[in-house]
């Protein structure tokens, strides 16, 4: 099975300055159809995940354009260009590639200092 | 609008069964995979079983497999997951998501259930 490795595991950012969260997966993720099923999702407290960015770096509908996806292959980064409160939450990165045991990345909580 | 609308938070003890439900409006469920997906502080999200539109195909984890069976109504528009013999470490809030080319489009608002004697 692909094993998601996230980092880090805890994201302490300033209001209005950057973040980065990266995603390593112990396979290639490009698909035979040449796609790379990799997602990203956000879940604030208390709520179901919702997803980000599908397809390495396809942003969802009313997803903010401060959230961007880039990577290839194996390794992956999710970046918040400036950090507002709504931000706060759990990150995760999703590999759709390998089925059928899709997997996650164990997170990075993203937190206010 | 599609909505996922999940059954009700629940306490069991260990070895007995449960079976949630997730009422599907917005899209037709014979048309579509879908899926059960657990979260636990310990473990985070996991995928654990997925059944296909026509549901001949039908996927569990290792964790689940042979103790949990996931179904479909598509008359009722709703999925299923019955879980039998559960133990402790099944406590956890599960949700019904969507898979939609190899990704998640739409989730449920999740059920905790909580295995403990």
């Known amino acids: 099975d692909v094993v998601m490795t996230q980092s880090p595991l805890s994201l302490p950012v300033t209001l209005g300055q950057p973040a980065s969260i990266s995603c390593t997966s112990s396979?290639?993720?490009?698909?035979?159809?040449?796609?790379?099923?990799l997602s990203w999702f956000q879940q604030r407290p208390g709520q179901s995940p919702r997803r980000l960015i599908q397809?390495?770096?396809n942003r969802d509908s009313g997803v903010p354009d401060r959230f961007s996806g880039s990577g290839s292959g194996t390794d992956f980064t999710l970046r918040i260009s400036r950090v507002e409160a709504e931000d706060v939450g759990v990150y995760y990165c999703?590999?759709?590639?390998?089925?059928?045991?899709?997997?996650f990345g164990g997170g990075t909580k993203v937190e206010i200092k | 609008q599609v909505q996922l609308v999940q059954s009700g938070g629940v306490l069991v003890k260990p070895g007995e069964s449960l079976r949630l439900s997730c009422v599907i409006s917005?899209?037709?469920?014979?048309?579509?995979?879908m899926s059960w997906i657990r979260q636990t502080p310990g473990k985070g999200l996991e995928w654990i079983s997925y059944?296909?539109?026509?549901?001949?195909?039908?996927w569990y984890a290792d964790s689940v497999k042979g103790r949990f069976t996931i179904s479909k109504d598509n008359g009722k528009n709703s999925l299923y997951l019955q879980m039998n013999s559960l133990r402790a470490e099944d406590t956890a809030m599960y949700y019904c998501?969507?898979?939609?080319?190899?990704?998640?489009?739409?989730w449920g608002q999740g059920t905790l259930v909580t295995v403990s004697s």
């Open positions: 998501a969507r898979p939609a080319f190899s990704s998640i489009d739409y």
């Open positions: 396979q290639s993720l490009v698909h035979s159809d040449g796609n790379t099923y």
């Open positions: 059944i296909s539109e026509s549901g001949d195909r039908i």
């Open positions: 917005g899209f037709p469920l014979s048309g579509d995979f």
């Open positions: 397809r390495v770096s």
């Open positions: 999703f590999q759709g590639t390998h089925w059928p045991a899709l997997s």
